[in-house]
């Protein structure tokens, strides 16, 4: 993280519970701490909402669970969802993310309010806030 200069610290927040957590960082070896916000305060402190299961997941996608749906699938494990290898969401899939950039003051310097999972601002733009906060 030497790219963001001297000082700049770096944290991922997430809502998930210890036990998810130690699977991801098994398969995501970060440089950075990940810090727990279970009660969600922080999303809610930023203002991030939840997005609409079309925006979340698509047409497709929320056209086939609502068939798995109906099928009884997501009750039980069985039906439809186990033979399509779908388990029933352990967390809030609908909660919406974002990338912040917080100056030494503690003051928000730079917001980017996701409007879906996929929705989030380039490598290069975070840099960018960061080098930003050294000029200013």
Same mark, same amino acid.
């Given at each position: 993280?030497? #790219? ?6 770096? +944290? ?32 809610? +402190? ?15 996608? +929320? ?17 439809? +969802? ?22 030494? #003051? ?18 290069? #733009?975070?840099? #960018? ?8």
């Amino acid at each position: 993280m030497t #790219e963001l200069g001297p000082g700049t610290e770096v +944290a991922l927040i997430t809502f998930t519970d210890r036990t998810n957590l130690v699977g991801y960082r098994a398969t995501n070896p970060l440089p950075f701490p990940i810090l727990i916000d279970a009660d969600r305060s922080a999303y809610r +402190a930023l203002g991030l909402g939840r997005g609409s299961i079309g925006r979340v997941y698509g047409l497709q996608a +929320a056209r086939r669970y609502l068939e798995i749906i109906r099928s009884g699938g997501l009750t039980g494990g069985g039906g439809l +969802a186990k033979a399509a290898g779908v388990l029933r969401p352990t967390e809030d899939p609908l909660q919406l993310g974002g990338d912040f950039v917080i100056d030494a #003051e503690g003051t928000l310097a730079y917001g980017f309010w996701g409007r879906g999972p996929d929705d989030r601002p380039s490598v290069d #733009e975070l840099v #960018e806030a960061v080098a930003a906060l050294g000029s200013g």
